[in-house]
């Protein structure tokens, strides 16, 4: 028969996205496009040693649990991690989620009508992008600086458009890297506050830092804690294990006040009843009872990442790479590239995967689809080794299209 598909669904089926995934995922191109942690840095045995105990343990581990999520993972996460970036939730202010992805897209689906107004860093997570247009939202991007949003461009927006949402990432924004300043955190916060604009903040990377404290939150805290408002507040807090320990066990967090969580867990109700049990009482049995020490295993996650960027900006020091620009990360997973006059990233792209080697181009991480002179590398999937081919394949690509231009 002939399928007649809701309107809103070509914009699944016609992202190049999904044929880069697609292409990546075969086996025969070194990727530098996805968002993948490196997998020989999973604690394999210690999650072997958990599912064994959880499994053995209780049959209850294979049966339906809470909408919610698993009640002593989400206990840990609120009395331990959250509270430890000083973040403290009311009760019932947390829903576990199948990784941050899902959290945005609850979000969306209860709070945001088809036309409404949002806001997102320009640029912002491809994942934002398609959620909200799948929703039918109006996207509005809102410039930056290495300090974060312009309070301006922001205020001039707000508005302007009066919009009911910002969606944005203070921790190393996905893809350009960027950490937010105290002053600009505290300053986008006052605006959406003063003018009641939800803020969805995704701190899905922001462990992923390489300066030599241990840890960020007290400098660089989340506009969820700036605000401590408890209930009634204007943020929802949202995360993700999958970049620190590992994506297939797909348990993130969104943390709010009761009504919002609320709404939220009601409509994940209808979508899967509840992300994985098994998963989420295994996580808890590594997090809480194993020998697993997360903030140790994260902080050796940070050496070899590090190791990783500035073997990444070495090779961009190469002939091929000339005129290119960047600003360094601090921390997260890309690097966000300029390409010279001349390159254009979607076209480049084509030339790449004939070498075999990915990447994200820019108009993927913008909502007009501008960006087209930008490139995103990942740096902490690629072992050493394919990272240096990756790169030298990149490069070929380049010579090549520039040869040809």
Not at 196 to 222: M, W
Not at 225 to 254: D, M, Q
Not at 329 to 356: E, H, Q, T
Not at 377 to 387: A, I, K, Q, T, V
Request: include cysteine.
């Amino acid at each position: 028969m002939k399928y007649d598909f809701s309107a809103r669904t070509h914009t699944l089926m016609t992202s190049p996205l999904l044929s880069i995934r697609t292409q990546t995922r075969r086996g025969s191109i070194i990727s530098l496009a996805e968002e993948l942690p490196a997998e020989e840095l999973f604690p394999l045995s210690l999650l072997a040693e958990a599912a064994s105990t959880v499994i053995s343990a209780d049959a209850q581990a294979l049966q339906y649990g809470d909408p919610e999520g698993y009640g002593p993972l989400r206990e840990w996460l609120e009395n331990d991690w959250l509270r430890g970036k000083g973040v403290h939730i009311p009760p019932g202010g947390v829903l576990l989620t199948t990784g941050s992805q899902q959290a945005v897209d609850l979000l969306s689906r209860v709070y945001i009508d088809p036309g409404d107004r949002v806001l997102v860093e320009n640029p912002t997570s491809p994942g934002f992008l398609q959620v909200l247009r799948m929703q039918g939202a109006v996207i509005i991007p809102v410039e930056s600086d290495r300090d974060g949003l312009l309070p301006e461009h922001l205020r001039e927006l707000i508005v302007a458009h009066r919009p009911k949402a910002l969606f944005a990432a203070p921790s190393f924004t996905n893809p350009s890297g960027i950490l937010w300043s105290l002053e600009r955190r505290r300053e986008v916060l006052e605006l959406c506050i003063s003018h009641n604009v939800l803020i969805v903040e995704d701190d899905s990377y922001g462990d992923l830092h390489f300066q030599r404290q241990n840890r960020i939150a007290s400098k660089y805290p989340s506009l969820y804690a700036l605000e401590n408002a408890g209930e009634g507040g204007h943020v929802l807090y949202i995360g993700s294990f999958s970049k620190t320990v590992a994506p297939a066990l797909r348990t993130g967090w969104a943390a709010g006040s009761r009504e919002l969580i609320g709404v939220m867990a009601a409509a994940k109700g209808m979508a899967d009843w509840q992300s994985s049990s098994l998963n989420q009482r295994l996580l808890y049995h590594l997090l809480h009872v194993s020998a697993f020490d997360l903030r140790e295993h994260i902080a050796m996650l940070n050496r070899e990442y590090d190791t990783r960027l500035k073997l990444m900006v070495e090779l961009l020091k190469r002939p091929a790479w000339k005129d290119c620009t960047y600003h360094l990360p601090s921390g997260g997973m890309f690097l966000w590239v300029s390409l010279p006059d001349g390159l254009d990233a979607l076209v480049l792209l084509k030339n790449a995967l004939r070498k075999g080697v990915a990447y994200l181009p820019g108009p993927l991480c913008t909502a007009d689809g501008s960006g087209s002179r930008y490139i995103r590398l990942n740096f902490s999937h690629p072992g050493r080794d394919e990272l240096l081919l990756g790169m030298n394949l990149m490069s070929e690509a380049i010579s090549e299209f520039t040869a040809r231009s």
